[in-house]
């Protein structure tokens, strides 16, 4: 109950007791917040501001202290759990939920301290610039005094000609492909794809080179290119493909300061220059409800990486949040540079404010402002049909030539392949009678299952030949493929 | 298609222009109009081999010729190539499907006819969330580790309660069933109509479905299913028209008899148990003189049931010529000699000639055989006594181990917890002397003819009363017993359980008794109910933290699973 004390310090407001057990990490930790949410077990309970503490007696001699920073929220218990957050933490909410801790002016004395500590560490983590992906930059992006910017300057027009220098190089090596023949690309000639023959594919080493030359995209690509000859049938067709849309990059590097901003941005964006993440969170942004409708694990590259489709309910704009594996983790469990992008899930509303990258058309976004907790969307945003969805691409790829996959969010029925017929292929057929093909292998049966036969609203990626379902809505969730 | 229209308006080609030099000159004459193909087959031959001069280009491309590379002929090929692939991907034209089949809410459809609906309710996402924890690996891919009598357990609650699986669920629980034979009832019980539906677009799914002996949701009362359905179907049918009409069930099975193979002979006549009388008598006796051992079996499981038949006469009259109850003073004691050669009749009614094992005399054989063909009702009504004096009888002459061995295979046959309960009271000082199953059903095999509560209660003494660290023998008998106990235990034995598990709790290396009972907790240990286990499981991991409290911990995290999933399904 509130003391009546007239507090200056505006009160956020109190939490449902859902809300505070939607936090729990497991069942016993539900259950035990539970028998704590109780005034009985605590002492020198309080809220000031953001800060919410107590003292709860445990198993110990002395009593935990638990404090809780709600604007995080943010956590810290003195018990010796390993869980975020812990059952004193969930029992202290549960307490404030009910109404059961008075307001006080100042926090106390730990929980004070602890406050203190935590601002200092963001400041300090704000002024330096967070890695979000290995593209982005690693120098500072606050300009200081004249002295560094015309260091600054100078920087970027060496990485230039690095850069310029070295996709000359590729597109002598491209010449050469083509000159010599395709058919010498090695692993060609072998029918079995080598797996016990060392891991270097036929590109590595100019992959090594754009490396040097700063061009890591484009490395990228190339490391990836040493799959192709031993993927079957029509080969060929798709080394050439991924070659001339390499040459088409090069070429565009060297009249990069002739084209529309936009496309030149883009140009840089897809050969590697880095973007700092603070400098796109100083570009606008755009507020909406945005709908998460699919979330892709990037297992391919370098890096785990995670892409996340989202779409505002408002303004029907697409986003695309990419987070990386933090250094030394493997993705998965929380290892990730981003941890409350990585966390989201098909079916999540989450109101916050998006700021595009630069580049065309504006796909990559990061997350700004949040202004509520993500909650469960019991509803998909309006989905379209086949022909929008390759219109959107093909007005897409007027903008970006390299495009290769497209967010999709459509109304189809499944079709799986008839045994009869050989070269059949599962098929998502629109209210149209328009049939798409379907990539991905076990995702479609539950595709099925949940449609049962009849239209379902589907989100997912296309990519050129096909579509990759990454969710479908069910009754008012949506289950992940 | 709005991808060529994009690139011939010039608004796309705009974008690719932007990236290329101005356009150069025209190439030399002798040059072409190649296509994509073309281009793939000159580069992979190389152009240093087969030069080409490209002047034209095929397709949507064909209005950027121009902006050709003049002088290179590599580099004329790469832009071709790249303009022609993204003229590609931006032209992508789908498949239009033709419709001709009928309309549901307003959409062609093509494919299979979707699925009708499913009264039942489904399991709520919070249910599914449970249950692929606790299910696992089962339910591959991507779950961790868990336990396929636990998945069975959840998912047999679960359609009891009347529920079906959800869509998403189902292609995991179709595949865990193929994996897992033992898995098959309990998913075959939760697919409802969808599931069904679902089955049948995969053969092997299919095969999963048509093998159970489903129960189907509705009696059917269609003829044609007993000519030209499954094995599940006939079974189905065969079961409700007996159901209805005993008569015309028996009638029904008795036509088609000769046609059927064995094995479902034997699963057949076992449906006539429901509403069996003795009017199914001569059907049955006939039956014993069937080729497959399976079903003379059944019959002689039907028949004892029934103590007016023939067969029952028979047995009886055997049994008492060889065995007499007789007054030595005033103790009672049971004379029994062994029997001479069985006739024909005693042969057709399922007396082996040969014992199980060559220290078993044939004679003896003959004898434990005669015993245990007799319903156990019928010894109380011709010795005049009640089944735990009887038991306590001193025997003749060495003949005690034979007499009781046609006791115990009687109880565990007849299934009679009577019987059990007064053969393990009094037990076996020799242990049945070595015996193989087949001529002594050990102590193990007549608790599990014992009613539930009485088995728990027995297994909770049998606990009370062992060491914490008996010898291996011991430990691994106790932890049988109580595995045989069906779960959820009741109070008593969970509570004796949780008793031995707080015994344990002070050393360091868990032994072998408490570790097999925390094991068979997981299941066992009731997750509603009075008492909260999970939560005393945790206050004793609390307490007093070992290197094997995480089991622990885990056996208590199951059992709060397993709430949350049966109060979904409440």
Sequence with gaps: MSVGSTSLIAMPARWSADRVLDLAPDESSRRSAGALGRPARWQGVGVAGDVLWG?????????????????????????????????????????????????????????????????????????????????DSQSPAVPGTVKDQAAAARRVQQRAQRVANGLAELQSWLRDQVLVGLSATPTATSAAPSATASARGHADEI???????????????????????????GWPGRLLGEYAQLHLLARAHQRLGGLPPDLAATVRSRIGYPTSRQDVLARQSVTDYWVVLGVRDLLDGQV????????????????????????????????????????????????????????????????????????????PPAAGDAAALLAGYATGLEQDPWLTVWPALLTGTPVPPDGGRPGDRWRLVDPGGVALPLAGRESLWTLLAVSGGYPVTVAGEWHPGGLLPLAVWHRDRAVAL | ????????????????????????????????????????????????????????????????????????????????????????????????????????????????PPSPEDAAPELSPRAERALRQLGGAQLAPGFAAGDKELLADLLAAASDAGYVASAPLLPDLLDAAVRTVSLRPAVTAVLGVRGRWLAGQRPDWQRIVDAGAVPMTAPSNDPELWRTGTRAERHAHLT????????????????????????????????????????????????????????????????????????????????????RLERHGQRPWLNARLPGDPDAAAIRDGVDARPPSPAIGIGAWRLTQFIAA?????????????????????????????????????AVSQRSGEWAEALLAVGDPEDGDNRPPAAWPDDQRLAAALPPSTRAARAAALLAETKLTPG?????????????????????????????????ASLAALPRLPRGLLDLAARGLPATGGRDYAAELTRLADARPQTWTPLVRKTAETILLRRAFLEEIR
Excluded at chain 2, 24 to 50: N, Q
Aim: proline letters at 8%; one cysteine or more; charged letters at 20%.
């Design chain 1, 55 to 135: 003292l709860c007696a445990g198993s110990g001699k002395n009593p935990y202290q638990v404090a809780v920073d709600l604007s995080g929220p943010a956590y810290k218990c003195s018990c010796p759990s390993r869980k975020f957050p812990c059952k004193h933490a969930l029992g202290l909410l549960l307490n404030w939920a009910n109404g059961s801790v008075p307001e006080e002016s100042t926090p106390a004395d730990f929980a004070a301290a602890w406050l203190a500590d935590r601002r200092a560490r963001a400041e300090k983590a704000e002024k330096s610039v967070v890695r979000t992906d290995p593209g």
């Design chain 2, 1 to 112: 298609m709005t991808g060529a229209r994009t690139v011939t308006d010039g608004s796309y080609v705009g974008a690719v222009n932007a990236s290329f030099d101005d356009p150069p000159r025209r190439p030399d004459e002798g040059g072409r109009t190649v296509s994509f193909e073309d281009l793939v087959t000159a580069a992979t031959i190389g152009l240093s081999r087969k030069p080409l001069a490209i002047t034209g280009l095929d397709g949507p491309a064909a209005g950027c010729a121009g902006a050709l590379d003049a002088g290179d002929q590599a580099a004329a090929l790469l832009d071709a190539a790249a303009l022609m692939t993204a003229a590609g991907r931006g032209g992508f034209q789908p498949e239009h499907v033709v419709s001709g089949q009928p309309m549901v809410s307003g959409q062609p459809i093509i494919g299979p």
């Design chain 1, 304 to 379: 785990p990486g995670r892409r996340l489709w989202l779409r505002g309910r408002d303004s029907g704009r697409w986003a695309m949040l990419l987070t990386f594996a933090a250094p030394g983790g493997a993705g998965g469990a929380g290892g990730w540079q981003d941890p409350d992008t990585a966390r989201l899930r098909p079916g999540t509303e989450l109101h916050a404010s998006l700021h595009y990258y630069p580049g065309q058309p504006a796909l990559r976004a990061t997350v700004g402002e949040r202004h509520a907790q993500p909650a469960r969307a019991e509803r």
């Design chain 1, 207 to 233: 992959a090594a080179r754009m490396v040097d030359a700063q061009a890591p995209g484009v490395a990228a690509v190339l490391r990836g290119l040493s799959e192709i000859p031993g993927s079957g049938e």
């Design chain 2, 240 to 323: 409700s028209e007996r159901e209805r009409d005993p008569d015309a069930g028996r009638e029904l099975l008795a036509a088609d008899w000769a046609r059927l193979p064995g094995d479902e002979r034997a699963i057949l006549l076992a449906v006539l148990r429901h509403r069996l009388s003795a009017d199914d008598e001569d059907f049955l006796d006939a039956a014993l003189d069937d080729r497959a051992e399976a079903v003379r079996a059944v019959a002689r499981r039907l028949l004892t049931l029934l103590p007016g038949s023939g067969f029952v006469q028979r047995a009886t009259d055997r049994a008492t010529a060889v065995v």
């Design chain 2, 472 to 504: 291996p023998a011991a430990a691994n008998q106790a932890i049988a017993e109580v595995g045989g106990v069906p779960i959820p235990w009741p109070g008593g034995l969970a509570d004796a359980v949780l008793a031995v598990l707080g015994r344990a």
């Design chain 2, 374 to 410: 007799v319903p156990l009702s019928g010894w109380s009504a011709l010795l005049g006594l009640p089944a735990s004096d009887i038991v306590g009888l001193p025997v003749a002459e060495k003949l005690r181990l034979d007499v009781h061995a046609g006791w115990r295979l009687a």
